[in-house]
């Protein structure tokens, strides 16, 4: 029988970038695209702070396709905004794995104090939130056919795994 974590929450990790004028319109509204790509940026940096990279796990054959994605606009960023990508587990498995994510506009002030702060069990998270939103993806081979990560790629999962049970906050 599979092993869910499901109804635990891992910490929220953080990567923070400025938004660049290619990811704005004539307005310097950011195009809805480019959150995805700071999804993208949120998971890997994650893993990576894990102790863990995608080329790692590419390496030993196993992939992380997306299979569904849910967002939510709140307020816009713009060109020039320096934004908090908040990304956490809400589900992992054997053969999938669900992350959250919130992207904030953080005043200086915040994002001094984030470093500081673990933000595990916070009901709010610091500055204005901009988009939420979450992926779900599933574990595969090469071949795109399902795998059980802890046989694929066990030192990943057991970094995930402590990253849910507490073992992984640093």
Known sequence: MEKDVRGKLSRWYTASVRVRYQES????????????NWFEIGRTEMIRELGITYR???EQGVLLPVTDLD?????PARYD???TIFTRMTTFSKLR???AYEIRRLSSEEREHLHKAQHSECPELPGVLLVSGSTSHVWVNREWQPVRLDKGAPGLYSALEQSLTGGGDR
């Open 25 to 36: 319109d004539q307005m310097g509204v950011v195009y809805h695209a480019n959150y995805l």
């Open 56 to 58: 790692s796990m590419e």
């Open 97 to 99: 794995i669900k992350y």
């Open 71 to 75: 967002m939510k606009f709140s307020q």
């Open 81 to 83: 905004d320096e934004i």
